[in-house]
């Protein structure tokens, strides 16, 4: 079945650090894939998307690559802030069917001034 | 305006209980759907619903029933509350099926006591 594999955390990093939080898949046929961002008390919010392989998301200084190759879609920014403190989930959704979102199980940022 | 709403935003009950969570969209999306999260932050689907018909139905107890008035709305009910109940329920609704992004409610965290 359909599945998010995501680098487990916590990650703590100092403001201007660079991010990578790794994530694979594993899906039939080709997903498009997203990554959202969960700031303290708040929903899930759309942080990037790519919809088809090669595609680059990129949002507030984030991005990831989709790579069918490797069936992954990690997630860089090159220089964090301590507003990017927050957890992070890459998703996928299938387009065979219904329109199943699977998380990974998160990944929580904390930066650090 | 907000995109999808929820309410109430924290809901605390005894076991037993009978209680309902409101959602709506104002996106004119064609789905909708009600997600769990647990105290690890593990998010995982439990409902959704397309033209009011239910079209994904994981294994949730059958304690958890949605209902969908119209399209912009699809409210949780939970008969029979238990202690693992607890958690924080995400609403969130797409366009339609097929790879497209879904947009997150803020959440409602439910204590069951």
């Known amino acids: 079945g359909d599945s998010v594999t995501q680098m487990e955390g916590p990650v703590t990093l100092s403001e201007e650090a660079f991010l990578t939080i790794n994530c694979t898949y594993t899906a039939t046929g080709y997903p498009s894939l997203f990554w959202y961002v969960q700031y303290p008390g708040e929903g899930l919010q759309l942080l990037l998307k790519a919809t088809k392989a090669d595609d680059k998301g990129s949002n507030k200084g984030f991005e990831a690559t989709y790579r069918k190759e490797t069936t992954s879609f990690h997630l860089e920014k090159g220089s964090v802030q301590v507003s990017d403190s927050a957890v992070y989930f890459c998703?996928?959704?299938?387009?065979?069917?219904?329109?199943?979102?699977?998380f990974g199980t998160g990944t929580r940022l904390t930066v650090i001034p | 305006d907000t995109a999808v709403s929820q309410t109430p935003k924290y809901l605390v009950t005894q076991m037993g209980n009978d209680k309902s969570i409101k959602c709506e969209q104002n996106l004119g999306h064609d789905t909708m759907y009600w997600y769990k999260q647990d105290s690890k932050k593990f998010l995982k689907i439990m409902f959704s619903?397309?033209?009011?018909?239910?079209?994904i139905n994981e294994t949730v107890p059958n304690r958890f029933s949605p209902k969908s008035p119209d399209k912009a709305h699809l409210n949780l009910h939970i008969n029979s509350l238990e202690l693992g109940d607890s958690a924080v329920y995400f609403c969130?609704?797409?366009?339609?099926?097929?790879?497209?992004?879904?947009?997150f409610g803020p959440g409602t965290r439910l204590t069951v006591t």
């Open positions: 998703a996928l959704v299938s387009r065979l069917g219904a329109n199943n979102l699977f």
């Open positions: 969130a609704s797409s366009q339609a099926s097929g790879g497209y992004e879904q947009y």
């Open positions: 619903y397309n033209n009011k018909e239910l079209i």
